[in-house]
Nanobody, 124 residues
Framework: QVELAESGGGSVQIGGSLRLSCVAS????????MAWFRQTPGKEREGVAN???????YHSDSAKGRFTISRDSATHTLYLQMNNLKPDDTATYYC??????????????????WGQGTQVTVSS
């Protein structure tokens, strides 16, 4: 069993920054794919960024240049540093892990295990 606990969400003004954290526990390896997704009401969950078992990262077009995914293997913590936030970034952000998948993480498929989510609200 894998448990993921997100924190760090909140309300910020346009152009502000937040850092999301996700502590992973259970049957999850530091070499497994992990990712951040986000979802707004009425829309499908979308992938924001992922990191593979070798530390290679991928950021979606909407995140590129503003968000950075990283992981601390010593503390089993996944991070998402979000800078220059925009109203379109308002969403519930979910941490996800794919136990047993080390490369070619992608965002699709039913291999992902989700956290409970943390709300991010960006306003003027």
């Amino acid at each position: 069993q894998v448990e993921l606990a997100e924190s760090g969400g909140g309300s910020v003004q346009i152009g502000g920054s937040l850092r999301l954290s996700c502590v992973a526990s259970g049957y999850i390896s530091n070499f497994d794919c992990m990712a951040w997704f986000r979802q707004t009401p009425g829309k499908e969950r979308e992938g924001v960024a992922n990191i593979d078992g070798d530390g290679y990262t991928y950021h979606s077009d909407s995140a590129k240049g503003r968000f950075t995914i990283s992981r601390d293997s010593a503390t089993h913590t996944l991070y998402l540093q979000m800078n220059n936030l925009k109203p379109d970034d308002t969403a519930t952000y979910y941490c996800a892990a794919a136990p047993g998948t080390r490369w070619a993480c992608g965002f699709s498929g039913d291999r992902w295990i989700w956290g409970q989510g943390t709300q991010v609200t960006v306003s003027s």
